[in-house]
Structure formats: C-alpha cells, structure tokens
C-alpha cells in the first residue's frame, strides 16, 4: 500500500525513478526483517521514509560519481528534515504521486515500456507479476522496465508535473496507458484466460487516483466513468469453467450496480465539467445505455449508434466504424451493418483484426447466409490469439 507513496517520494529527492524504487524496496525488505520481531512502528509510513532515506544517504556515499547529487540531495534533506513526513505519508495521494504517474507515462516513451512501468512503479506489481499480466516473457519485461527507466535518464525527463501548456498532451498519454491497462484486463489480447480482473481492478485504482488529484478534467471523469461501467459487466463475462459469455446472453442481475452507480456519477461529472463530446465520455455514455437496459431487448441501439457515430467523428477508427456497423445492424437491420462492414473489409484497415469477419459472420447469420457467415467465423478464429475467444468463434461456426 505504501510502495507507490514511497517511490513517488524518493524519485523526487533522487531525481530518478530506477534508483527511487530500488531504495522503496530496500526499506520494504528491512520491514520485513525487523517488523516481526520488534513490532509494527506507531507511524509505519514514517519509518519506512526514514529507512528508505537513510539507505539513499548510504547509497550516495558510496557511489562516488553520485558525489554531486549527494550534496544536492544533503540540502534537500535538510530543507524537509522538519517537515510533518507522517502526515504528507498517511495522504492516499499527492503532488509526489501525481508527478510520478505522469513521468512513467511520458508520450517520449515507448508505449510498451510505459505500461509496464506503471504496473511497476505505479501499481506495485512486480516483474513476474507483470510478465503473467501481460502474457511475456519475465526476462523481457525485465529488460523492458529496464530500458524505460534508461530512457527516462537519457533523454533527461523531470520528475516533474508538466507545465500548464503541456498538461492536456501529457494527460493524455497518462489516460491512454491507464485505459491500455483496463483493456487488457477485460478482454485478454492472447493465451488462455477470457479476462484478467487484477488489471481491471489495478486500472480502475489509477483512474480513480487521478479522479481525485484532478478534479477538474471532465476526460479523466469520462475514462473512469467508462472503466467503472464496463467492469461492472465483469461478474457476468463468464461462465462455467471460465466459458465466455457474450454481452447479449449475460445475466444482468450478476452485473456489479455498486460499479454501475459509480460510472453514471463519473459520466454525469465529465458531462457537468463540459466533457461531453471527449472520447472516453462518448464511449461511457454507450455504456451507460446498456447498463440502464434491464434486459438485452431494452437496449436503446439508435442512441448507441448515434454516439457511434459522433465517436467516429470527434476520434476516427476504423474500429469505431465496426461497432458503429453492429449498432446500426441493431438498431436497423442486419442488411444495414452488413454495408458498413462490407465497405470497412473493402478498406483493408482491420484485415488481421478478428473481430471484422466475427461481426460480418453475425450479420450474415441473422439474414439467413448460413454458409457464408460459417467462413467468416472460421476465419476469425484463425485469426484471433485468445484461445477462449477462438473457441466462441468455432462454436457459432459450428450451429451453423
């Protein structure tokens, strides 16, 4: 609970993040050693900043080109010796944590690297941790935090919060790791697990930090509003033995309404804040319309594809266009979808992506082309890497 706090605080005395969560680990280890036979400190935040900085000071001396940074540091120290450390400690969050997050997810950063060092520094997740989140190697994701952490050094980022001209370009990158991080919780890009909870639950603890440390920002309202609704569906993804189950087949009643409250509130905000044409707000409000239907049959698909289509407009994708196509398909008609897609396939944009020929397989199964949209499910899952949304698409070629 307290790494993050201590890893945002220490990078700001060191000036680097590699060495910072290298010293918060050293005063954990120490917890470890000496909590259970002397007890638990009054203060444990307090102790474990006092440890981590006399480790830092030990550090320092002996390492002699850190000669120059010691006595910078020795000053620093000085300056906050008086300073309340168990107060700024016991706070859930603060300037220190704010300013980490938005150094670890620097747009300079290769998007990879920036995800697993937000799992790492951020989150507290370790290397294997990590490594079985992101379905990797533990030596690649090892390297990768490593040569995160190297660029952070090389290119010479500050810790720092960017200045008021730069705030919406970083806010930006920050949300979109942050929402990275979800989306590979909810529905797993590869191996054999339908969905990963923890990255669910560790992306919804970020969203709602920063809810927190920035107030203000109706697109950070609109993300968690769209995190919170849609892993409110997350009880009813799956069935027995881990079966998926798809949004239309699910059991409403074992969605999450305490989640569900949560994210109309979020959304109701980011609108208030006047948000209400941001991206991740327009795909909360679509989510809203399915978290208000009672049933599948309630779904309003006209207004969800409406807002497909203003999404498409306000943040062209062609992956936008393709649930655009199902909600107009809905709302509509299959014939009417079935266009849609048919001009997406004709563009080549989403040739690898499975969901095109899934989509179009749905569509040609409801107009009665049985044959056809058999092909577009094998093809799907030919071309998908999760095995358990591989095995969906053989099943519905297969009642065909």
């Known amino acids: 609970m307290e790494c993050a706090k201590l890893v945002a605080a220490l990078a700001k005395i060191v000036g680097d993040v590699g060495i910072a969560e290298e010293l918060a680990q050293d ?33 320092l001396r002996r390492r002699d080109r850190y000669q120059d940074k010691l006595a910078t540091m020795g000053r620093q120290l000085r300056q906050v010796e008086d300073a309340d450390w168990d107060a700024a400690l016991d706070d859930p969050v603060g300037d220190d944590l704010l300013r980490l997050v938005f150094t670890v997810c620097h ?28 379905l990797a ?24 919060l960017p200045p008021a001209s730069q705030l919406t370009e970083r806010l930006a990158s920050v949300l979109e790791v942050v929402y990275l991080i979800f989306n590979e919780g909810y529905s797993a890009t590869s191996g054999g697990d339908w969905t990963r ?37 997350m009880p009813a993804r799956s069935g027995p033995g881990g079966a998926p189950v798809l949004l239309l087949d699910q059991d409403r009643t074992r969605w999450d309404h305490q989640l569900i409250r949560r994210g109309l509130a979020s959304l109701e905000r980011a609108e208030r804040l006047g948000g209400a044409l941001h991206a991740y707000t327009l795909q909360a409000g679509i989510a809203a ?17 409406n807002l497909y289509q203003v999404l498409a407009y306000v943040s062209p994708s062609p992956v936008v266009d393709l649930n655009h196509a199902v909600a107009v398909g809905m709302a ?8 849609i897609v048919d001009r997406l396939a004709a563009g080549g944009a989403l040739a690898r992506y499975p969901q095109l020929p899934a989509v179009r397989g749905d569509l040609l199964a409801r107009l009665g082309r049985a044959a056809e949209a058999r092909a577009e499910f094998e093809t799907a899952a030919a071309l998908t890497r999760n095995e358990r949304e591989r095995d969906v698409f053989l099943r519905r070629a297969a009642e065909l």
Not at 215 to 225: F, K, Q, T
């Open 137 to 160: 190697k533990e030596t690649t994701i090892g390297q990768r935090i490593v040569r995160t952490k190297r660029t952070l050094t090389d290119k010479r980022i500050a810790l720092e």
């Open 27 to 59: 005063a954990l280890v120490i917890a470890l050693e000496q909590w259970p036979v002397q007890g638990i400190p009054q203060h444990p935040a307090s102790w474990l900043m006092a440890t981590a900085k006399h480790r830092a000071i030990d550090l």
């Open 289 to 305: 319309c399915h978290a208000r239907a009672r049933t599948a049959a309630d779904t309003d698909w006209e207004r969800i594809a």
């Open 107 to 134: 747009p300079g950063l290769p998007a990879e690297g920036r995800v697993a060092l937000t799992l790492r520094a951020v989150g507290g997740l370790t290397t294997a941790e990590i490594a079985r989140a992101l």
């Open 197 to 233: 909870p923890d990255l669910c639950a560790e992306a919804l603890r970020l969203g709602r930090v920063l809810a927190h440390l920035l107030p203000d920002r109706p697109e950070v309202h609109g993300l968690s509003a769209l995190m919170e609704l849609q892993a409110s569906r």
């Open 332 to 339: 509509k008609g299959p014939e009417h979808g079935l266009s």
